[in-house]
């Protein structure tokens, strides 16, 4: 049985250990966050886990098999820093692997010196719909030439802190939201981005709060659109006030031999009624020729709706992980997949700001 370590829980921290506690030969052992009472939910809902004071104290412990880093986007680059100066084992990181342009050359030396697997959280990548769309955009399109994600959605979740209202803290929308869709874009065109342009920012949430005097910044709306170097072109939608949207992701592949799309409704514990009620994703192929277009619906197990709020992406992301825990695969989703994510979102967030191209 690996035993995992959880550093920050809060409401994602929470999700990872409910899947963890589904998986088969996996616990969660220990829990750290400075907000105590976070700490003991987190310890109670692992089964009885430790609550520790601090990261050391969780590496100090001989039994620790891996960790998982669930804090604010901010403290990730520390947080890693602060495992390798104590221990070398695989880490679960969530997304964004950084905020700030600064970072960049702390992450480049721990990607360096740091000799353990480190997984970069795409949890995206694990949506059964997105799953097969990634699988067969290839052979369906006959080579993706454009490609677009419209996330049409709730604001932005209240977070401990009120961290996740400022741009300090979260790299900007364009990083904190939306690096999982820029992971997506390289992994379905087989590309890089060469350049990027876009149009964002706040139209609409959070304009009426103030946190210690201050309005908060974080965006809440945008286009932007990236040009690859395989001469293919990607774009993202983004409405964060569309509470009422029957799909809250859609996305779309298209080439020369034909189209693949999906489509995901937002997390269940949002919607009203029944669980009966609440759409199934749906995958539809559509070829060129002969034209005949066939939607399929992707029901997900209900237990993983109840796991978390990302139709069971997190479990298949923590079966995958573990495979890495104990020896037997690769890291699927690596470090510098994480740091490109991130490179594309803060290029963004520059091209919005600066009502700019800017090259990548």
């Not at 990261?55 to 880093?69: E, G, H, K, Y």
């Not at 000799?115 to 970069?120: C, D």
């Amino acid at each position: 049985m690996k035993q995992y370590g959880i550093i920050g829980c809060g409401m994602m921290g929470m999700e990872h250990i409910n899947n963890i506690n589904l998986l088969d030969g996996a616990q969660v052992c220990s829990v750290y966050d400075p907000v105590t009472e976070l700490a003991a939910l987190a310890a109670a809902r692992a089964g009885g886990a430790s609550v520790k004071s601090s990261i050391a104290d969780m590496l100090a412990d001989d039994a620790l098999d891996a960790v998982v880093i669930v804090s604010p986007n901010f403290r990730h680059v520390e947080q890693l820093e602060t495992v390798a100066r104590h221990r070398t084992v695989p880490i679960l990181c969530e997304k964004p692997l950084y905020t700030d342009p600064d970072q960049v050359t702390r992450l480049d030396a721990f990607i360096r010196d740091y000799s353990g697997p480190v997984w970069v959280a795409m949890e995206y990548r694990y949506m059964p719909p997105i799953a097969r769309l990634i699988a067969q955009s290839a052979s369906v399109t006959g080579g993706v030439r454009m490609l677009s994600i419209r996330e049409h959605r709730f604001p932005f979740l209240p977070k401990i802190g009120h961290w996740n209202r400022f741009n300090r803290n979260t790299g900007g929308t364009l990083v904190e939201k939306c690096c999982h869709f820029f992971d997506l874009m390289r992994l379905i065109t087989g590309a890089e981005p060469v350049r990027v342009s876009a149009s964002a920012g706040q139209a609409v949430n959070h304009l009426k709060e103030r946190y210690d005097g201050q309005t908060p910044d974080i965006w809440d709306t945008g286009y932007v659109l990236f040009d690859f170097d395989n001469g293919s072109r990607a774009m993202l939608e983004l409405c964060m006030f569309a509470d009422g949207s029957l799909w809250n992701e859609e996305i779309s592949a298209v080439g020369e031999q034909g189209k693949i799309e999906c489509r995901l409704p937002g997390p269940h514990r949002f919607w009203p009624g029944e669980m009966d009620s609440i759409p199934h994703p749906q995958l539809t192929v559509a070829p060129r020729s002969p034209k005949n277009p066939v939607t399929t619906d992707i029901p997900i197990d209900p237990q993983l709706l109840e796991a978390g709020d990302h139709h069971g992406s997190t479990f298949y992301q923590h079966q995958r992980f573990l495979q890495v825990v104990r020896g037997e695969a690769p890291v699927e989703v690596t470090l510098d997949d994480g740091r490109r994510a991130v490179e594309m979102g803060l290029a963004a967030q520059a091209a919005a700001s600066n009502h700019s191209v800017v090259t990548l």
